[in-house]
């Protein structure tokens, strides 16, 4: 198979999206867990709402009104200057520990984002993790004005790399996404976060589901739409033999 870009989603795939939780936390002892939750639920939620209203509004926006959401329904208050900083540790997620050395590895291949999130956004958060020299370029969604997983988000990744679908390795952790991406019909790689297994076996044990176990569930499990990922690995640092499996294939 001829792959020749390597193309990754952001949040939740190279960047962790539960970093935000000791920026929460902080801002509101206790409720740090519920809060990071809730809102990366609901920040997705409001792709989707605004997308099927055909009212696009940036991911910038998205954050903040989804942030705003969450403190109203778990009773916080909060200045505008504080939402203002709590917002902004979506400007500087971890990078996933293995991330760094996955892209290295893959550095004979053309390399790629593609996010929902807005241009400033992204650049941002590139240059706060550092591995703008490993990317060619970062795609956003705000280009065309239409969030993930609508197909013509797929089809401008295609253009803007010169390349046809079957040339594309799209790299994902979000189920939402991968069935887009396959849809579309890139060949997919799922990257496993939290293994069923592992779920399930932390679901027996814990006397009952709270936010993280609930999110887990919810959005980091496989969509059952009839389109699955190609293949799904544990890590990103296991790209590098897929890839090359690909290519003896």
Not at 117 to 142: F, Y
Not at 217 to 246: C, H, K, N, W
């Amino acid at each position: 198979m001829s792959i020749k870009a390597l193309v990754f989603d952001a949040y939740g795939t190279l960047f962790d999206v539960q970093s935000v939780a000791s920026v929460t936390d902080a801002a509101f002892p206790g409720r740090g867990t519920a809060i990071t939750q809730i809102w990366r639920l609901k920040q997705l939620e409001y792709t989707w709402l605004r997308a099927l209203m055909d009212r696009y509004e940036d991911f910038w926006t998205v954050t903040r009104d989804s942030l705003d959401f969450t403190l109203r329904s778990l009773g916080l208050s909060a200045s505008p200057e504080l939402v203002a900083q709590i917002a902004e540790a979506y400007d500087a997620l971890a990078l996933y520990p293995e991330a760094r050395t996955a892209l290295e590895g893959l550095a004979a291949h053309r390399l790629a984002i593609f996010s929902n999130g807005s241009p400033a956004m992204l650049k941002r958060l590139v240059a706060h993790a550092g591995i703008g020299e490993l990317l060619e370029t970062v795609i956003s969604v705000d280009e065309i004005g239409v969030y993930k997983p609508d197909p013509r988000g797929y089809a401008h990744v295609e253009k803007r790399l010169g390349l046809g679908r079957e040339e594309i390795l799209f790299v994902s952790s979000n189920g939402f996404d991968i069935a887009g991406a396959k849809a579309h019909g890139f060949h997919v790689a799922r990257i496993e976060r939290m293994p069923a297994s592992r779920l399930r076996g932390e679901l027996a044990a814990a006397p009952e589901i709270g936010p993280a176990l609930m999110f887990q569930a919810l959005r980091m499990q496989p969509e059952q739409l009839g389109f699955q990922a190609d293949a799904t690995i544990a890590a990103l640092t296991d790209l590098v033999s897929y890839v090359a499996a690909l290519r003896q294939a």
